[in-house]
């Protein structure tokens, strides 16, 4: 971990013996079952509750909502040292209920709001997803057909929610949803709203665990609300209309931590790789004496060195409230296309034992290939960007 200068050496000092005593949790709760999850195609809740109970769950919210009240480079620590293990597809549910939702919450929830769902976020007991993609609407978010209709009837007044969300992490695992839905389907961005649903409520269902090519271990799931009623209160922060722009708020902090995924999963695919080239023998060497190998090694190594420089500059900026769409799109779309690379590059020099689910180093190629696409696709980020340069 490079030094990160927005906090103070104590804190540094403190940030060091937290990511210590994870990747002891690690060795201990994680590593012996990843690939028992993997077949499962979920992790146990189990496994959250403990993590709630170590402080390594919602890491940067206030004591005051049940949190750790630690500052934002520990919850990222979490997604660094589980992305370096090359546990991928746990880190993408986690990220969405570590480093997604809690904002969400906290800029934007009421009183009440938050004081319900943090502090049981935090210890593991809810688990949280978020609902935005559809079936028709997936970079095209405007064009989202779930709809939350106000009704007053004999049972008081309340939301009744109709519609589908698609490729929902946390699918299977959430207790807690927040969904995107249209209150004024006439009225555009203008008429999206976002609602705290809580999994039990009638109407909710969830569809299959889809089965992807990667990130096995976290679960991915259609989801479908039929005349799902929802209080009035289920409105996040109690404004109707106001989805898009909290969306728009809160995007940023999902494109950084998704290109926190990218940096250390980089890193966890090469250290993986500098083991296997000194081990593994042609033509009577180890294969990392083979020149090839050693300036793939070399370019590796730079560019993620480039991108964690990229990174830590996007993460100090986040902190003192700088972070523009438009830095935050062009940090994603380059390290999450670097992962890639990397991966495939390291993949390589592992012959036909890279391509073997038993060798590690084949989780990270297919784990890093959804960062292009989730949290916005590599062609939207370049849009924002030149969105950013062009003015339109
Ligand atoms: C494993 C996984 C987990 C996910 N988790 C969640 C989640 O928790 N919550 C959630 O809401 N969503 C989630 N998603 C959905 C994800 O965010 C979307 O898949 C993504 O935004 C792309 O939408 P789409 O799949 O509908 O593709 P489309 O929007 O149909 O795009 C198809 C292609 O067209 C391109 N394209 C689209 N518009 C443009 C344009 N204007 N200019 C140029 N090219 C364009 C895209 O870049 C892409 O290459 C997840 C997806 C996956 C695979």
């Not at 004591?63 to 370096?84: I, K, N, W």
């Not at 986690?94 to 009440?112: F, K, R, S």
């Not at 209309?241 to 809160?250: A, D, K, L, S, W």
């Not at 033509?283 to 370019?299: D, E, H, K, S, Y």
Request: proline share 4%; hydrophobic share 40%.
């Amino acid at each position: 971990m490079l030094p990160n200068h927005f906090i103070s050496a104590d804190e540094q000092a403190e940030l060091q013996l937290f990511t210590e005593s994870l990747e002891r949790f690690c060795d201990a709760e994680i590593e012996p079952h990843y690939r028992t999850w993997e077949k499962a195609g979920r992790v146990p809740r189990d496994l959250l509750r403990k993590m709630g109970e170590n402080g390594y769950l919602c890491a940067d919210v206030p004591d005051t909502y049940g949190g750790p009240g630690a500052s934002v480079p520990f919850s990222f620590a979490v997604v660094e040292v589980l992305s370096r293990r090359g546990y991928g597809g746990f880190v993408g549910g986690l990220q969405v209920h570590n480093d997604i939702i809690p904002p969400y919450l906290l800029h934007c929830g009421t009183e009440a709001q938050r004081a319900h769902w943090l502090p049981r976020m935090a210890s593991g007991e809810a688990i949280a997803a978020i609902g935005m993609t559809e079936p028709g609407a997936g970079s095209d978010l405007k064009a989202i057909r779930t709809t939350a209709r106000r009704v007053s009837d004999s049972d008081g007044d309340h939301y009744v929610i109709n519609g589908s969300k698609i490729f929902i992490s946390n699918g299977q695992n959430c207790d807690l949803l927040v969904l995107a839905a249209k209150t004024d389907p006439a009225a555009g961005a203008k008429g999206v709203s976002l609602f705290l649903v809580d999994a039990a409520t009638p109407g909710f269902t969830r569809g299959q665990n889809l089965e992807k090519i990667g990130q096995h271990a976290g679960d991915t799931s259609e989801l479908f609300f039929n005349d799902m009623r929802v209080p009035l209160d289920a409105l996040l922060g109690g404004v109707e209309g106001q989805g898009f722009v909290q969306m728009m708020r809160e995007l940023p902090r999902e494109r950084l931590i998704i290109g926190v995924q990218a940096v250390h999963g980089a890193k966890g695919a090469l250290d993986a790789t500098l083991k296997y080239v000194q081990e593994r023998q042609a033509f009577g060497q180890p294969i990392g004496q083979f020149q090839n190998t050693r300036f793939t090694l070399a370019q590796c190594a730079s560019d993620i060195a480039a991108a964690e420089a990229f990174l830590n500059a996007s993460v100090a900026a986040y902190q003192q409230g700088q972070l523009t769409p438009e830095a935050v799109s062009a940090l994603k779309l380059h390290t999450t296309e670097l992962f890639s690379r990397v991966a495939d590059a390291c993949l390589q020099l592992f012959g036909g034992y890279g391509y073997m689910a038993e060798y590690p180093i084949s989780r990270f190629w297919t784990d890093a290939r959804v960062l292009r696409i989730y949290g916005g696709t590599s062609e939207i980020m370049k849009e924002l960007v030149a969105r950013g340069m062009l003015g339109r």
